[in-house]
């Protein structure tokens, strides 16, 4: 009797085990963003996050074609571009649809999306560090809706492999790099995109 | 157990721990220095210590610059050291890895932009310190294996390696716009790790070595002596 309660307990135990070493990571990164030293355009605009970019996740798939990372990164984007734009920006007006737009007396709205996303892990390149890559595509339309502007931008991060870090913490690290590099492009090459200059200088 | 016996053995323990600590020790570190500017600070000037995130295999570990800059701040003739991270923060996104300057030329079209002259400004900085490098573990050899059994678990066997830490410094100067100097640094060391039921490490401090050289070295070089 005392031996069928130990075995049923390993049992427990080996299942557990095996669960554990079997299902997905989650990784829902998590980061803090400085606001941008920068002069403020002289500009009011609104910004509409869409559905896609509120709630995006990335699979990364193994070797073996078994879901190994979800990594959810749509919450720090928009983190990100809160305290991004602001800085940027004289007014931002944060909306939930484009419908809001034409009654709020803004010169534009900014509607980003993410591209794609992906993520090389040291134990597939060989290389002693983690890296993210993300594509946007970056939209700047008129209260009603035409483009002004639509381009594509790409940010990178980096960090090494360190002996006391989890796959999911440096994944974590490496993609707070890519957020910051997508920051510090955006913020310091807005103007310098020609559809945008000649938007500027056409006001 | 007689008396002879007694204090062989207590000469052999000795002997076996004076090896330990020369083969723990065993580290060597070179210095190189390329002054190309004089060089001095005021006692309301600051240094800033950054690494070098640019390269595609490697970065230049923030606890190395920590570290560097942990040391600079202390002891004799000590520097005001800005904290890598708050600087970084406060200059978003001047200094990120994109778009920190590379040459000194890059710094003076920087400083052009007054929001980042006025931030330089608050910081009282007169010096920043690129750090470039990486430490890189090479010629491992020899192995332990484990075992765990109803009696016990154990180890045995011997493993060794060699760290080989390379390190640039590259002393820019605020108020001249200018490069003053570089120091080098390279240090060495073989790690061993032998398992008689239990590992015993025996690890060269070689990061710890470079670092602490090479802050004393920035250190002297920043205030001219």
């Known amino acids: 009797m005392k031996n069928t309660g130990l075995n049923r307990s390993l049992l427990l135990l080996l299942l557990l085990f095996g669960l554990s070493s079997c299902g997905v990571s989650n990784v829902v990164i998590d980061g803090s963003f400085p606001t941008p030293n920068i002069n403020k355009m002289p500009i009011a605009i609104a910004v509409y996050y869409d559905d896609a970019l509120k709630d995006f996740a990335y699979l990364e798939y193994s070797e073996t074609g078994q879901e190994e990372f979800n990594i959810e990164s749509g919450k720090s984007h928009v983190q990100l571009f809160n305290v991004v734009l602001p800085a940027m920006f004289d007014r931002v007006v944060f909306v939930d649809s484009m419908e809001e737009v034409p009654t709020l007396g803004v010169d534009a709205v900014f509607a980003p999306a993410i591209e794609e996303f992906q993520l090389a892990l040291p134990m597939k390149t060989k290389l002693d560090v983690f890296e993210v890559w993300i594509k946007y595509n970056m939209r ?64 | 157990m007689n008396l002879y016996s007694l204090s062989k053995t207590s000469a052999m323990r000795q002997l076996l721990l004076a090896a330990l600590v020369l083969l723990v020790s065993c580290t060597s570190t070179t210095i190189d220095e390329f002054r190309q500017g004089e060089t001095g600070i005021s006692s309301t000037e600051t240094v800033v210590i950054l690494g070098r995130r640019q390269a595609s295999d490697y970065e230049t570990r923030a606890e190395f610059v920590s570290c560097v800059g942990e040391r600079m701040g202390r002891g004799e003739n000590a520097l005001q050291i800005v904290p890598e991270q708050e600087f970084v923060d406060a200059m978003f ?78 002393i820019w100067d605020i108020a001249s716009m200018s490069s003053v100097g570089t120091i080098s640094t390279d240090a060495t060391g073989q790690s061993y790790l032998p398992a008689l039921i239990i590992p015993i490490p025996l690890i060269a401090r070689v990061e710890a070595n470079a670092c602490s050289r090479l802050a004393d070295q920035l250190k002297n070089f920043v205030n001219g002596s």
Do not use: H
């Not at chain 1, 002996?163 to 790099?177: K, L």
């Not at chain 1, 920051?183 to 945008?196: D, R």
């Not at chain 2, 608050?122 to 192995?143: A, H």
């Open chain 1, 140 to 203: 700047l339309l008129t209260p009603t809706g035409d483009y002004i502007a639509d381009w594509v931008l790409t940010s990178y991060g980096k960090t090494p492999t360190e002996t006391f870090r989890s796959v999911e913490g440096a994944i974590n690290d490496a993609a707070v790099v890519a957020l910051r590099d997508l920051a510090s492009s955006f913020a310091l090459s807005f103007n310098q995109v020609p559809e945008v200059r000649d938007w500027l200088n056409n006001r």
């Open chain 2, 93 to 170: 996104p001047w200094f990120e890895p994109r778009t920190a300057p590379l040459r000194t030329r890059d710094l003076e079209r920087l400083m052009a932009e007054n929001v980042v002259a006025e931030k330089m400004l608050d910081f009282g900085v007169r010096y920043i310190v690129w750090l470039d490098g990486f430490t890189e573990r090479t010629d491992r050899s020899g192995s332990i294996s484990c075992t765990v059994g109803p009696g016990g678990a154990g180890c045995f066997g011997f493993g060794s390696w060699e760290d080989d830490a390379k390190f640039d410094a590259r």
